[in-house]
């Protein structure tokens, strides 16, 4: 490639053509020494190592998001059920108070939760509480009983551990 004897110039703005020729070539060298981004266009496939997708439904969770989002629908369920339970009887009685039907009423769903509540804590404390270890050895036991005597000297201590002689 041999560069032009003058140099490009403009004319309102617009390049010539020798100057779009310029810019052209090292547009090209560039473009041919440098990938700056890649495309693959293959079609992924149906299954295999495709990452995965959200399903319709509930959310992607984790067991134990699940089975506290069952509990607290269940929960709510018995609640509701209780609750319900304790309308008809003050509307069936008619003269019923409301205080004596929640006592009643509410009485046994707080003590099962509590109840269900200290046993889940329980079950916590033993999953995590270590297994015992029991170690059994025969034979002759030689129990080293001499003491090391250290001494610290110095504004900058340097320690010397001896052995009693």
């Known amino acids: 490639m041999q560069l032009p004897e003058q140099q490009p110039t403009t004319t309102?703005?617009?390049?010539?053509d020798t100057a779009l020729d310029l810019i052209n070539?090292?547009?090209?060298i560039l473009a041919a020494r440098q990938v700056t981004a890649y495309r693959d266009d293959?079609?992924?496939?149906?299954t295999g190592t495709t990452p995965?997708?959200?399903?319709?439904?509930?959310p992607p969770m984790s067991q134990r998001?699940?089975?506290?989002?069952?509990l607290m629908l269940a929960g709510g369920a018995a609640t509701v059920m209780v609750g319900g339970g304790a309308s008809l009887v003050m509307l069936a009685s008619g003269y019923a108070d409301p205080t004596v039907c929640a006592i009643a009423f509410?009485?046994?769903t707080v003590l099962v939760l509590a109840i269900s509540r200290l046993v889940?804590?329980?079950?916590?404390?033993?999953?995590?509480a270590p297994t015992p270890v029991h170690h059994h050895y025969n034979g002759t036991v030689h129990v080293d009983q001499r003491a090391i005597h250290a001494t610290n000297r110095g504004v900058i201590a340097h320690t010397r551990n001896e052995l009693p002689k």
């Open 106 to 108: 509410g009485a046994p």
């Open 52 to 58: 995965p997708v959200p399903q319709p439904g509930r």
């Open 25 to 28: 070539a090292v547009e090209d």
């Open 42 to 46: 293959t079609p992924l496939p149906a």
């Open 65 to 70: 998001a699940t089975d506290a989002s069952a």
């Open 120 to 128: 889940s804590r329980a079950k916590a404390v033993v999953e995590a």
């Open 12 to 16: 309102a703005g617009q390049p010539t």
